[in-house]
């Protein structure tokens, strides 16, 4: 007997239709579960190979050196690298920083850009009624589909000293070296100028999802509050807000994973320069696999990015679930 909708509803929390894994076990306990895992089993095959395997294996390794186990000491280690940590220049002195560090100032300085950017473009495309919207939302949505081993080539020429823009606009300002030069050639501005370009990039993500979202939320809502006398200002904090909530706070998780594992735009850009003053925790793992053939040590790296990222995941899949 098959079961229905409202059947698969009960026994659950607040009366929600399971979704999911909860939804497999429901029906697994209902005669359904060999036609269920007959339908998955090339997909958890596939997982199994090139999702599970691989990420065991790199925390198996991430336990050994060249000498055999080492325990924990790989990360502590890390921790004692100023390639990867610096406390003594930080914020003192201008990069290097450490590539965990400049992770943290890439996070700081670009998640509430991109999430504002993006929720404030969308609003504002949602009321304006012109010919150049579309054009606008083209221009600002080709950052997402544009590969991001192009964006890295971008980034390079648009601080570039002679052909960039930035720093001939600055320069013809007033401002000297190295706001008016290379801005990847100094260690002063290589990480901010990968960050800015890098902002382009994201912000088409975050001002679709938020245009999605907006377009969910019920006109009469926008109607009554014009009726009560509630401004522009009023009607975006108290009815817009909250209900994109949902949406930011997704658009807020995409973007910090995304920062973590953010590697094209730096390699194409400037390999990590100049002296390691971009250098990030992805394109250290490539460094110490492939150059200094080190797989231990870019084994613990790649743990530590995904220490940092399981949290952040962990919400997201509670929330992808239904949970």
Do not use: C
């Not at 495309?125 to 964006?151: E, H, Q």
């Not at 980034?155 to 990847?184: C, D, M, N, Y």
């Not at 979202?213 to 509050?225: K, V």
């Not at 790296?301 to 679930?321: D, E, K, M, N, Q």
């Amino acid at each position: 007997m098959r079961s229905t909708p409202r059947a698969e509803a009960k026994g659950t929390r607040e009366g929600r239709p399971r979704r999911g894994l909860p939804l497999l076990f429901a029906r697994a306990r209902k005669g359904e579960g060999p036609a269920a895992l007959g339908f998955l089993s090339l997909g958890l095959l596939l997982i199994a190979l090139f999702v599970i395997y691989p990420s065991v294996r790199t925390l198996w390794l991430s336990l050994f050196d060249k000498e055999g186990f080492a325990g924990v000491s790989n990360f502590i280690d890390l921790f004692r690298d100023r390639e990867i940590v610096d406390f003594g220049r930080f914020l003192s002195r201008e990069p290097p920083w450490g590539a965990l560090l400049h992770n943290l100032v890439w996070t700081v300085i670009h998640l509430p850009l991109t999430v504002g950017l993006g929720l404030v473009l969308a609003v504002v495309f949602s009321k304006v009624k012109s010919w150049w919207v579309g054009l606008a939302r083209g221009a600002i949505y080709l950052g997402i589909v544009t590969p991001l081993i192009v964006g890295g080539v971008i980034i390079r020429f648009l601080f570039e000293k002679h052909a960039g823009l930035v720093p001939q606009v600055l320069g013809a300002l007033g401002a000297g070296a190295p706001w008016s030069a290379g801005w990847t050639a100094y260690p002063e501005t290589a990480l901010l100028a990968l960050v800015i370009g890098s902002v382009w990039l994201w912000t088409g993500f975050s001002m679709v999802l938020h245009s999605a979202g907006l377009s969910t939320i019920d006109r009469e809502l926008y109607e009554a509050a014009q009726i009560d006398g509630a401004s522009e200002w009023a009607q975006f904090r108290h009815i817009t807000l909250p209900l994109l909530r949902p949406v930011t706070l997704v658009v807020a998780a995409m973007t910090f994973l995304w920062e973590l594992k953010i590697f094209d735009i730096v390699y194409v850009a400037t390999m990590g320069g100049p002296g390691g003053a971009s250098n990030v925790l992805a394109l250290e793992m490539y460094f110490s696999a492939f150059r200094e053939l080190d797989p231990y040590r870019a084994s613990a790296i790649a743990t530590l990015i995904t220490l940092f990222s399981l949290p952040v995941g962990y919400w997201f899949a509670r929330r992808r679930l239904g949970r």
